[in-house]
């Protein structure tokens, strides 16, 4: 069966560190990979969105990146954090060119002080 | 510009009754729409998923039905139970590879 892995839970992190968080799915290939944010109140704002290796789709300009090096894992970075970078973030995977569900991983808290 | 509405921010209901929740999308053609149940802290978890050329879905307790005339899903929880608290999310995608784009939810009470 597949499974999709986030971490970390949790991440408090100071203005101006950078960020790095990694989502990894196992148990499927060539998988749909997405990065999601919701801030307090909010919806889920699509970030990044990844069809294969190497292909990155961003939605919203930021100071945040996201790189996919493997089949199954896509990171998302940034060099140096703001505050209004604080939120939860969730990666989701769903199977390729299919009218299916996405999964979506445990989610990371970060809040940048 | 393309939009997705999910009316209620939050809807309190009382146990064993049915609660109703409404997603309006403007300047959309889906292929698909589907339903998401959010607990607080944690990721989203699909429910249900209902095709543009499907009028009505249901799994157990829930119910959905897809107007494309209206531009609007209604997601129904029947015999609701204090265990169905939590935030309900639609999301509209245009094909198998477009992403999924979500409405901001909306955050179910039933009182028991």
């Known amino acids: 069966s597949q499974t999709i892995h986030q971490w970390p839970a949790t991440l408090v992190q100071p203005v101006g560190s950078p960020l790095s968080l990694e989502c990894t799915v196992e148990?499927?290939?060539?998988?749909?990979l997405y990065w999601y944010r919701q801030a307090a109140g909010r919806g889920l704002q699509l970030l990044f969105y990844?069809?294969?290796?190497?292909?990155i789709s961003s939605e919203v300009p930021q100071n945040l990146s996201a790189s996919r090096p493997q089949d199954r894992q896509f990171i998302l970075s940034s060099k140096k954090l703001l505050l209004s970078d604080s939120g939860f973030y969730l990666c989701?995977?769903?199977?390729?060119?299919?009218?299916?569900?996405?999964?979506f991983g445990q989610g990371t808290r970060l809040t940048v002080v | 510009s393309q939009k997705i509405e999910q009316n209620s921010e939050a809807l309190n209901i009382q146990e064993g009754k049915t609660a109703t929740l409404t997603c309006n999308y403007t300047?959309?053609?889906?292929?698909?729409l589907q339903w998401y149940r959010q607990d607080p802290g944690r990721g989203p978890v699909f429910l249900l998923l209902?095709?543009?050329?499907?009028k009505e879905k249901r799994k157990e307790r829930l119910k959905v039905t897809f107007d494309t005339t209206l531009k609007q899903s209604l997601f129904h929880i029947t015999a609701s139970q204090p265990a169905d608290s939590a935030t309900y999310l639609c999301?509209?995608?245009?094909?198998?590879?477009?992403?999924?784009?979500f409405g901001k939810g909306t955050r179910l009470s039933v009182i028991a």
């Open positions: 990844s069809v294969g290796i190497g292909q």
């Open positions: 209902i095709r543009e050329n499907e």
């Open positions: 989701a995977w769903k199977p390729p060119g299919m009218n299916t569900e996405a999964f």
């Open positions: 148990g499927t290939s060539n998988p749909n």
């Open positions: 999301a509209l995608s245009l094909s198998g590879n477009t992403p999924l784009v």
């Open positions: 300047n959309y053609s889906p292929a698909y």
